[in-house]
């Protein structure tokens, strides 16, 4: 039966719920603009000392503002984009292809019952969360 993407994100909803994984995506285009603004004025008002202080300050803030609140897995999932969506099933449909299930709520027993499955798929979804969304990940409440 093919897999659609639909049934693979609801898979990886309930692995992530299950390991209660939460993630915070990092916006660092946001915080590297700061610490620019802050060295830039910090220079024009006290010369090269306050280019260090201002880069300093606006590094601090920076950090502060880009570390993004830990939501659950489950949620991010399903407001990514389609296309984001699609790479994430593109990785996944390599392990789950060879299984033989007629809806997602056995797909979802299959991957459950089987230790080994679930951990590939744990390092999909964690390597994409990683790399393509630059997310921190945290377990448990």
Same mark, same amino acid.
């Given at each position: 039966m093919p897999? #659609?993407?639909?049934?693979v994100?609801?898979?990886?909803?309930?692995?992530?719920?299950?390991?209660g994984?939460?993630?915070?995506? &990092?916006?660092?285009?946001?915080?590297? $603009?700061?610490?620019?603004?802050?060295a830039?004025?910090?220079g024009l008002?006290?010369?090269?000392?306050?280019? +260090?202080v201002?880069? +300093?300050?606006? %590094?601090?803030?920076?950090?502060?503002? /880009? @570390? %993004?609140?830990?939501?659950?897995?489950?949620?991010?999932?399903?407001?990514?984009?389609?296309?984001?969506?699609?790479? $994430?099933?593109?990785?996944?449909?390599?392990?789950?292809?060879? *299984?033989?299930? /007629?809806?997602v709520?056995? $797909? /979802?027993? *299959?991957?459950? %019952? #089987?230790? @080994?499955?679930?951990? &590939?798929?744990?390092?999909?979804?964690? #390597?994409?969360?990683? &790399?393509?969304?630059?997310?921190?990940?945290?377990?448990?409440?």
């Amino acid at each position: 039966m093919p897999i #659609n993407v639909d049934d693979v994100m609801q898979l990886f909803c309930h692995l992530s719920e299950i390991k209660g994984m939460k993630a915070a995506i &990092k916006h660092s285009g946001g915080g590297a $603009l700061l610490v620019f603004a802050t060295a830039f004025i910090g220079g024009l008002m006290a010369g090269p000392r306050g280019i +260090a202080v201002g880069g +300093a300050f606006g %590094g601090l803030l920076g950090a502060w503002m /880009t @570390s %993004g609140q830990f939501r659950p897995v489950p949620q991010i999932l399903l407001e990514l984009p389609p296309a984001e969506q699609q790479k $994430l099933y593109d990785e996944a449909i390599v392990i789950l292809r060879r *299984l033989d299930w /007629t809806d997602v709520a056995q $797909l /979802t027993a *299959l991957v459950m %019952g #089987n230790a @080994s499955l679930q951990q &590939k798929l744990t390092a999909v979804l964690i #390597n994409y969360l990683s &790399k393509e969304l630059r997310a921190e990940i945290q377990y448990g409440e």
